[in-house]
């Protein structure tokens, strides 16, 4: 089901679909300052056009966004797929799509995920000693619990494994009204 990006006034309240939100935190508080590795916070939000943001001059006041903007580092020079689970293994593999073997959306009844032998970026992170969190939709796979968040290097997980959810009532639609309950959840 596609929501109504316009029901509550703009296309970025609704559907700024945080839909992947990756929290990094340091594990030791007590590091000297310039020794204390930087906290990331890693924002992707499926089907956001480019002038969704304020930073970008829109009408649509993203204040909240705006500063992290400013603060932070904008990566909004990058190339991504068509469909979001190939982009999504990029992001999480740092390859490119053909060195994933996800180059088409992993379906909620597709019995694949992103490869085991492939290390993610939370897991890399939780080497140098960053506590990870994935907040949104993972679409990396769940058929086998190996190929979910809490298996690729996160500590937690908050969100949904497929794409097509619903926001408020946790229902994903497969063919044009019809709807399912998301099977899995850890």
């Known amino acids: 089901m596609l929501l109504s990006r316009y029901k509550y006034g703009t296309k970025a309240i ?16 007590q590091a000297a300052a310039s020794a204390t590795p930087p906290h990331i916070l ?42 979001c689970s190939p982009t ?9 799509v053909s060195h994933t073997g996800i180059q088409s959306l992993i379906s ?3 019995p694949c995920g992103l490869p085991t032998n492939i290390t993610t970026i939370a897991q890399q992170l939780k080497g140098l000693g960053y506590d990870t969190h994935a907040i949104g939709k993972w679409h990396q796979g769940y058929c086998k619990e190996e190929y979910t968040p809490s298996k690729r290097g996160f500590d937690t997980f908050y969100g949904y494994y497929t794409g097509a959810e619903e926001y408020f009532t946790h229902l994903r639609s497969d063919t044009v009204g019809t709807y399912c309950a998301c099977v899995c959840r850890l």
């Open 42 to 83: 890693f924002i992707v939000a499926d089907d956001l056009g480019w002038n969704d943001v304020g930073w970008h001059g829109s009408e649509i006041r993203t204040p909240h966004l705006d500063e992290l903007a400013k603060s932070g580092v904008i990566l909004d020079h990058s190339y991504v797929q068509p469909i």
């Open 14 to 29: 609704v559907y700024i679909s945080l839909l992947l939100l990756l929290v990094f935190t340091s594990r030791d508080g």
């Open 88 to 96: 999504r293994s990029s992001i999480m593999s740092g390859k490119f």
């Open 108 to 110: 909620a009844t597709k």
